[in-house]
């Protein structure tokens, strides 16, 4: 990451970049100074790009006044060091600028403001002050993720059965618009191969863009491997971006012609 060591007085008479914004409001904040420099209210959204492997950050932000020799700065550190920034275009009576991100978590995001004599920078979401916790953590708020945990399990004859577990998909919560979980089944795997399937139905996504199953009852036709042998059952999940998640859960160990359910 290079730091840039230009002064804001060389920044703000560097070329204007035309740029748009628009998103989730924080609150008002004033400057020490002669009360000028502050801001009235500011938005911060993400768009997301093709791939997870990062965003682009749209600002907009409404200052307390404005006047020919006010400026504004878009500024992104992170873990102490200035990764971007951006002179904001003057728009709509306020302030808009945008910066591609690439994925990673702890990003602190300022407006540094100018009237020509005074200087001043305002964080618009940080660690310390958050507004938006999904544009701080942008590395895991790109990324979906899935789990799988069998608690128990039993078998009778050719036929393996949990009897309590639960399976959980969880979508990026910066997604592109419709992005959903298509389908989800659990995989009876053994010697690298899949010796057993069982699709799961799944629910309508909870508040948190997250598909939660009950997935008791959950059964296989199996023939018990040799003693010595393992199986064990995966959760595979596709979203419909064509992502493919997976996730183990438990394992069965053969002994003496039995499955064996492993702890952890």
């Known amino acids: ?19 748009t914004a628009c998103g989730k409001d924080g609150g008002e904040q004033i400057s020490e100074g002669d009360g000028t420099l502050g801001l009235t209210k500011w938005n911060l959204t993400a768009e997301t790009w093709s791939s997870p492997n990062g965003a682009t950050i749209h600002l907009a932000a409404t200052p307390l006044t404005h006047g020919k020799d006010h400026s504004a700065l878009f500024l992104v550190r992170l873990e102490g060091e200035e990764v971007d920034r951006a002179i904001c275009q003057w728009e709509d009576n306020q302030y808009t600028a945008s910066l591609d991100l690439n994925a990673a978590n702890g990003y602190c995001y300022y407006l540094a403001m100018s009237n020509g004599k005074d200087q001043v920078e305002i964080p618009v979401n940080t660690p310390k002050d958050p507004v938006d916790l999904a544009l701080i953590d942008l590395q895991s708020s790109l990324e979906a993720s899935c789990s799988l945990t069998v608690e128990s399990s039993e078998v009778q004859g050719n036929t393996l059965k949990i009897t309590k577990g639960e399976a959980s998909i969880r979508l990026p919560r910066i997604r592109p618009e419709g992005l959903t979980c298509t389908s989800a089944v659990l995989e009876l795997r053994s010697g690298g191969e899949i010796v057993g399937t069982y699709d799961l139905t799944l629910p309508e996504p909870d508040e948190l863009a997250s598909y939660n199953l009950d997935i008791q009852g959950a059964s296989f036709s199996v023939a018990v491997p040799e003693d010595g042998q393992q199986i064990f059952v995966q959760l595979t999940a596709m979203l419909s971006n ?23």
Do not use: D, H, Y
């Not at 997976?246 to 492993?262: D, R, T």
């Open 1 to 19: 990451m290079k730091r840039k060591f230009l002064t804001l007085a060389a920044v703000f008479a560097a070329l204007i970049l035309c740029l």
């Open 242 to 264: 064509g992502q493919m998640l997976s996730a183990e859960g438990s394992s069965w160990l053969s002994s003496e012609g039995s499955l064996v359910q492993g702890v952890g």
